[in-house]
């Protein structure tokens, strides 16, 4: 059982940075597929950015902006938020999987096994 744990978030300016993070604890975390999704209010929960090993995925609202990266000594992963948007106001979760199962599935929030509690992150114009 893999627990996850976010923090991070809060108020920022528009054209500010944030950046997340997410400690994992209870498995091999070299091992796990590790994602950021976000859920704004009365919207799905939307990919945001994820890495599987050495390989770096985005969503295409925030490439270029924003940043995932992974400390494997210290079982965290974070996100660097810069050019905060007011449309990037949501609630943002990490996620852990064990195995994508198939083809572009590590942009869905079905391949993701565990979660974290979510973090907000409000962005004012």
């Known amino acids: 059982q893999v627990q996850l744990v976010e923090s991070g978030g809060g108020l920022v300016q528009a054209g500010g940075s944030q950046r997340l993070s997410c400690a994992a604890s209870?498995?091999?975390?070299?091992?796990?597929?590790m994602g950021w999704f976000r859920q704004a209010p009365g919207k799905e929960r939307e990919f945001v950015a994820a890495?599987?090993?050495?390989?770096?995925y985005y969503g295409d609202s925030v490439k270029g902006r924003f940043t995932i990266s992974r400390d494997n000594a210290r079982n965290t992963v974070y996100l660097q938020m810069n050019s905060l948007k007011p449309e990037d106001t949501a609630n943002y979760y990490c996620?852990?999987?064990?195995?994508?199962?198939?083809?572009?599935?590590?942009?869905?929030?079905?391949?993701?096994?565990?979660w974290g509690q979510g973090t907000q992150v409000t962005v004012s114009s």
């Open positions: 209870g498995g091999t975390f070299t091992l796990l597929v």
């Open positions: 890495t599987s090993g050495s390989d770096l």
């Open positions: 996620a852990a999987s064990g195995r994508i199962r198939y083809r572009d599935g590590i942009y869905a929030t079905d391949q993701y096994d565990y």
